[in-house]
């Protein structure tokens, strides 16, 4: 049995308003939400069973994934009650897994295209003890750097700095064998990226480096959960997860839209009215929102139930979001 860990536990502050009501990895993204994408993945890569590592509004997960029988995936949920952070929230979910060899933990916020069952068989075929996916970015300091040799064993993990001495940077998904998270103190805050990865390197552990330069995104900010959508709606990356498109776009149930209408890349959830000359390109209108007549909306948010009133043009706006999130 192959097991993963999917880290779904942060507010997603840099998201804001989308995340006001919603954690960030249950946004759309191409009409599911991110969490579906992530789950397909590990399915589609020969995982079984994935637990589910919540934490902030953790009571909307299991409703919409319940056990992960309509995945076809083994589902469970281990919710902390205080933040533990990536560390922390490993040991904790690990607990709940039936699985004994080498896990694969994801962060919940990386869209990729890396091929994940490649890097768990590197991982077996080097006996390693951790396998970090690295990819390479134009600039890497806004990320962990990562340096490796020429048998890409890591030699440094190094956080966020101003000159990084690689663009080679910690991707967001990795394989841990089980001795190394059974290490990890139980029911502290531990940090991966900062105690137990350069703990690692100290003990001379084998921690290994997957180098993968395929489709990669951080989708923390939302310009990027906006991209994401837009790159899986155009074909620019493919998930398994993207339900069927009309015309290069997702319709969600019940919606009306009008004949004149024209809508482009974009998500339009169940419910939504879209009145007659309208333009909608590249952006996700909310479940139940009203779009006005001719209004213009180019990389848009509209808020679900919003009202956008007839001869809008917006571009790059959020519509329809509240301080309160309501």
Not at 130 to 145: H, I, M, N, S
Not at 186 to 192: F, L
Not at 211 to 236: C, E, N, Q
Request: proline content about 4%.
């Amino acid at each position: 049995m192959s097991s993963a860990i999917l880290l779904v536990g942060g507010m997603g502050t840099r998201l804001q308003p989308l995340t006001l009501t919603t954690p960030k990895p249950m946004l759309s993204v191409a009409g599911v939400p991110f969490t579906e994408h992530q789950i397909i993945k590990a399915r589609e890569a020969g995982f079984t069973e994935i637990v589910l590592a919540t934490s902030f509004k953790a009571e909307l997960f299991e409703p919409y994934f319940g056990n992960g029988e309509r995945f076809g995936i083994s589902i469970r949920y281990a919710v902390e009650k205080e933040p533990l952070g990536t560390g922390g929230a490993i040991r904790n979910a690990a607990s709940m897994l039936t699985g004994s060899g080498p896990v694969a933990i994801f962060n919940g916020d990386v869209l990729s295209a890396h091929d994940l069952a490649a890097q768990l068989k590197f991982h077996t075929d080097t006996e390693s003890d951790v396998t970090l996916y690295l990819t390479e970015v134009a600039d890497a300091r806004a990320f962990g750097a990562v340096e490796f040799d020429s048998e890409f064993r890591v030699s440094a993990f190094n956080e966020k700095m101003e000159n990084p001495p690689t663009n080679m940077i910690n991707a967001g998904c990795y394989i841990f064998s089980r001795h190394v998270i059974d290490s990890i103190p139980e029911g502290k805050v531990v940090s991966v990226e900062r105690e137990t990865f350069p703990g690692l390197l100290a003990r001379g552990a084998r921690v290994s480096a997957f180098v993968d330069r395929s489709y990669w995104l951080d989708i923390g900010t939302p310009a990027a959960l906006m991209k994401a959508s837009k790159d899986l709606l155009s074909g620019a990356m493919f998930s398994a997860a993207t339900p069927a498109l009309s015309d290069g776009s997702f319709i969600g149930a019940g919606t009306a839209i009008e004949s004149t209408a024209h809508i482009s890349h974009s998500v339009i959830g169940a419910g939504a009215r879209i009145a007659a000359g309208v333009r909608v390109d590249g952006s996700l209108v909310g479940a139940g929102a009203v779009i006005g007549a001719d209004a213009h909306l180019t990389d848009c948010f509209i808020a679900d139930g919003a009202k956008v009133e007839a001869g809008v043009i917006a571009g790059g706006n959020f519509l329809g979001f509240t301080p309160s999130g309501q």
